[in-house]
């Protein structure tokens, strides 16, 4: 066997959770399909360190479960709405998301088989009797469609160094800087003017 497998085993599936479905309906027919449309509380964690949907934000899947020799292929698409700072002036950011995913799900027996042929290094999910967790294809999915560097406008000018001050806010906004080795000179100019009034 060539390659690094790990077959993803969906062990003890809850059919409760909104991100399990039960494929039973297709049978093992190849070409047969059902459609699924829910709107879901969005999991944990689903998201970055400056981007991400909110933990129990409605997540709306559109998912099409079919059959095929190896498994039970599944296709559809997640919407949802990331809330994020933007990486210049920390302000919010607000984003809605729409992306397609596709998984495929093999029957155990398959899984076995795609292993010993090693014709594939990626990792295999496979079904848990009839039924598909689709939480983790989702996160492979919506996680990288996030901006990397979100931003509130392409142009944004981001905050003062000096003292942190939105720049949209005063797009003026400046601050006298003294070179430190004109300080001197400062300071003789400074008693120059005072010998001058007195």
Not at 115 to 128: A, F
């Amino acid at each position: 066997m060539t390659g690094t497998w790990t077959v993803q085993r969906a062990t003890h599936l809850d059919p409760r959770s909104p991100f399990v479905l039960d494929t039973h309906e297709l049978g093992r027919r190849p070409g047969s399909m059902r459609t699924v449309q829910r709107t879901v509380p969005a999991p944990e964690d689903l998201g970055t360190e400056v981007i991400g949907i909110p933990a129990g934000s409605d997540l709306e899947l559109e998912v099409r479960l079919e059959a095929v020799m190896e498994g039970v292929l599944v296709t559809g698409s997640v919407r949802g709405r990331a809330v994020g700072e933007c990486v210049r002036c920390l302000e919010e950011v607000v984003e809605d998301i729409d992306v397609p995913f596709q998984e495929l799900y093999v029957y155990p027996e398959r899984a076995v088989v795609a292993v010993e042929d090693g014709d594939t290094e990626e990792d295999v999910r496979e079904l848990d009797g009839d039924l598909v967790d689709i939480e983790p294809a989702l996160r492979d999915t919506v996680v990288p469609a996030l901006p990397f560097q979100p931003l509130c406008g392409p142009d944004c000018p981001g905050l003062c160094s000096e003292c942190g001050a939105r720049l949209v806010d005063d797009p003026d906004h400046t601050h006298e800087i003294l070179d430190p080795r004109w300080a001197a000179l400062g300071r003789l100019q400074g008693t120059f003017d005072e010998t001058k009034e007195s």
